[in-house]
Structures are given as structure tokens and as C-alpha cells.
């Protein structure tokens, strides 16, 4: 969560908070516990989490709203 709150500060995103964002990609893998074939195996998941802005113009600016998704895959 360090790592991906530094390089969203690094391209001037909005900052979050991290252990917010932790315990929701936690809530997510319980959710989606029953696709995995072997949940408590740690190299069974595989997440990708973005940071993307949602502003309704695109250009090189400081995004005034922005979405953070994660995405697991077994």
C-alpha cells in the first residue's frame, strides 16, 4: 500500500488513505475467496490495483476526481 500511495503521489493523484484502501481489497478477497482453487496459498491471487482520474476532460493536469479499483484473478 506504501508503494502504490508513493507513485500516486508521484503523478500528483489524490492521496488515500491506506489502510482504508488495505482493508477493502481484504473485504474484496473474502468475496471473491470461493473462485480460488487454493485460497490460503498466497501465489493463488494475483491483484492489480489502479488509480485512474475520472474528470470528464483528459489533458496533463492534476485530476480533480479520480477512482482506485482492484482487480483479483486466481
Known sequence: ???FLN???HI????FDTNE??????????I??????NFEDP???YMRIAHISTDGMM???TPSS???FAMLNP
Open 59 to 61: 489533458g496533463v493536469k
Open 43 to 45: 501465489g493463488q491471487l
Open 21 to 30: 484502501l488495505l482493508g477493502c481489497v481484504k473485504e474484496l478477497a473474502l
Open 1 to 3: 500500500m506504501e508503494q
Open 7 to 9: 507513485s500516486t503521489n
Open 12 to 15: 500528483d493523484m489524490p492521496l
Open 66 to 68: 479520480t477512482k482506485i
Open 32 to 37: 471473491d475467496k470461493n473462485w480460488f482453487p
